[in-house]
């Protein structure tokens, strides 16, 4: 990517404080940023899920994206897809 890597700091500033805390890494992003998605994946981040929150159809209705849940699978405090749960 052409950015200086502010971005994948921060992300691996937040997940450190994520994982201290004894929490897994989570995220709901919408695939109309691209570069968000880019980072992600780049960084360990799958997808686990697609899903349209009742937020997203009343804001956007049927024809919006749906919002890709991502999960940090990999490393320290990996997490096993069917512990994965939606609530």
Do not use: F, K, N
């Not at 209705?61 to 320290?76: F, K, T």
């Amino acid at each position: 990517g052409g950015g200086r890597g502010v971005g994948r700091l921060q992300l691996g500033a937040v997940v450190s404080d994520i994982r201290a805390a004894g929490l897994h890494p989570c995220l709901e992003v919408l695939p109309i940023h691209p570069a968000a998605l880019t980072l992600y994946r780049s960084s360990g981040w799958s997808e686990v899920l697609t899903l349209r929150p009742d937020w997203l159809r009343r804001a956007a209705g049927e024809s919006g994206p749906d919002v890709l849940v991502m999960a940090l699978l990999d490393g320290s405090g990996r997490e096993p897809r069917d512990r994965l749960t939606r609530d």
